[in-house]
C-alpha cells in the first residue's frame, strides 16, 4: 500500500522569505503522480503543484516549485517570496495512474507566514 | 462557472443517526468522489463516482454509501452514526476517469456527532 509521510507539522517563516516543506512515500508502482495542495481556513482544498513521475524535470507555478527524486521518493515543496496568503495547511499527496480519483494524502504541514 | 458546492456546510447529529450530504459538481464533470478529513488529519478516499457507477471504494464500513444522479449530483449517506464520524467531508469533482485527471475539491461539510 502506498504511504506519505510529512515530518513536519508546523513550520513558521517570515514573509518575503524562502520554505521547503517536506515529503517522502512509499510506492513500489513506477508510474504515479504526485500533488501539493493548499488548505486555507476556507477548508477548500486547492491544488498548487503536479508532478508526474514519469517526467524527470521538476514541475514549476510561479513561485512554487518541487524537488522530486524518484529514487530517494522524495517530493519537496519550494515557496520562494513567501507571502501573507500562503498561509495555510500543505497536504503532499499521492495518486496511482489507474482509472479511480483516490489520492492519498500526508498528514499536512501547518505553514504560518509571519509579517 | 460555479465550482464544487456541497450542503450542508455544517450539521450536528447524535449517535445513532443518518445523515445525507449532497454535492453538485462543475458543470460538463462526469465524476464525484468524497473524502472524510477527520480533524488534524490529511483526507481520505471513500468513493468515487463516474456516470452514475462506483469506480472506487475506500476502506470505510457498510455504513457509508453514495450514489450519483443523472445530473452527475451525488449524495454520500452514512447510518447509524459514530462519535468518530465526526469530520469534515469533501466533494471533488473531476472530467473523467482518469489519472491525469485535475480534481476541483468543494469547502466540505462539517459534520458533529454529538
Known amino acids: 500500500a502506498q504511504t506519505v509521510t510529512q515530518s513536519q507539522p508546523e513550520m513558521s517563516v517570515q514573509e518575503a522569505e524562502t520554505v521547503t516543506l517536506s515529503c517522502t512515500y512509499d510506492t513500489s508502482e513506477s508510474n504515479y503522480y504526485l500533488f501539493w495542495y493548499k488548505q486555507p481556513p476556507s477548508r477548500q482544498m486547492i491544488l498548487v503543484i503536479r508532478?508526474?513521475?514519469?517526467?524527470?524535470q521538476n514541475a514549476t507555478e510561479n513561485r512554487f516549485s518541487v524537488n522530486f527524486q524518484k529514487a530517494a521518493k522524495s517530493f519537496s515543496l519550494k515557496i520562494s517570496d513567501s507571502q501573507l496568503g500562503d498561509t495555510a495547511m500543505y497536504f503532499c499527496?499521492?495518486?496511482?495512474?489507474?482509472?479511480?480519483?483516490?489520492?492519498?494524502f500526508g498528514k499536512g504541514t501547518r505553514l504560518h507566514i509571519l509579517p | 462557472d460555479a465550482g464544487v458546492t456541497q450542503s450542508p456546510t455544517h450539521l450536528i447529529k447524535t449517535r445513532g443517526q443518518h445523515v445525507t450530504l449532497r454535492c453538485s459538481p462543475i458543470s460538463g464533470h462526469k465524476s464525484v468522489s468524497w473524502y472524510q478529513q477527520v480533524l488534524g488529519q490529511g483526507p481520505q478516499f471513500i468513493f468515487q463516482?463516474?456516470?452514475?457507477?462506483?469506480?472506487g471504494r475506500g476502506n470505510f464500513p457498510d455504513r457509508f454509501s453514495a450514489r450519483q444522479f443523472p445530473n452527475y449530483s451525488s449524495e454520500l449517506n452514512v447510518n447509524a452514526l459514530l462519535l468518530g464520524d465526526s469530520a469534515l467531508y469533501l466533494c471533488?469533482?473531476?472530467?473523467?476517469?482518469?489519472?491525469?485527471?485535475?480534481?476541483?475539491f468543494g469547502a466540505g461539510s462539517r459534520l458533529t456527532v454529538l
Open positions: 463516482y463516474y456516470e452514475k457507477e462506483e469506480r
Open positions: 499527496a499521492f495518486r496511482s495512474m489507474n482509472r479511480d480519483d483516490k489520492i492519498i
Open positions: 508532478q508526474e513521475a514519469y517526467k524527470q
Open positions: 471533488a469533482s473531476s472530467l473523467r476517469v482518469s489519472g491525469a485527471n485535475v480534481l476541483t
